[in-house]
């Protein structure tokens, strides 16, 4: 099977990195190859991050080549535009509609014009509530799981679900987890509405 190429992005502090880390074991419970490889790192709180995520058969290198991801999975837009270029106009972008001013950026763009960016570079685009998801669950810092949530729905067939929930379900004690789990199980429910 062809590779499927995914690009996590979004700013320190997010829970990028363990996004990455249950959707690879979710991959691999499942039997296929997973590599993944950050390459820039939470040198800051609120810095840059994004992470290359490889899932098939016989994969040889962790780096997704510019324009070959078939997904791009965002925290946070700006983030998004960023690394927009990993992209082609086949790419599927999932994205927190969440904007974070950079550090000393004297002016930042509206949610709205960085969504229409990025629409008009890909021909698939969905914007999810996921940090309002998160708050309303009491748990802020739960909207990787919502972002989590909607690509195990998309690659259901790659991943095993079981061990993606308790995973989840182990990240945080007592009503954290509960949240994320929740969270999880919000975002898997709330992408079908865009893909079934």
């Known amino acids: 099977m062809k590779a499927i190429n995914i690009i ?7 829970g990028i990195l363990t996004l990455a880390s249950i959707l690879s074991e979710g991959a691999l419970a499942k039997g296929y190859e997973v590599l993944t490889a950050e390459t820039h790192g939470m040198s800051q709180r609120g810095g840059s991050v994004i992470v290359h995520v490889r899932i098939g058969k016989d994969i040889t290198a962790p780096l997704i080549p510019i324009g070959g991801a078939d997904y791009i ?29 950079p550090p000393l950026a ?37 909207a990787n799981m919502v972002i989590l ?6 690659l259901k067939d790659y991943v095993d679900l079981e061990v993606m929930k308790k995973l ?14 929740r969270a999880f199980e919000i975002g898997y429910t709330e992408i079908s509405k865009y893909v079934e």
């Open 73 to 101: 999975l965002g925290l946070e837009l700006i983030e998004v535009i960023r690394y927009l270029h990993y992209g082609n106009r086949n790419t599927f972008v999932i994205a927190n509609d969440k904007v974070i001013a």
């Open 149 to 154: 949530g909607s690509i195990a729905r998309i």
């Open 168 to 181: 989840v379900g182990k990240v945080g004690r007592g009503k954290i987890a509960e949240a994320n789990l």
């Open 106 to 142: 004297p002016k930042v763009p509206r949610a709205e014009e960085l969504k229409s960016i990025i629409e008009s570079r890909v021909n698939k685009a969905v914007f999810i509530p996921a940090s309002n998801i998160a708050l309303n669950l009491g748990v802020p810092q739960s």
């Open 8 to 14: 996590v992005v979004g700013v320190g502090g997010q």
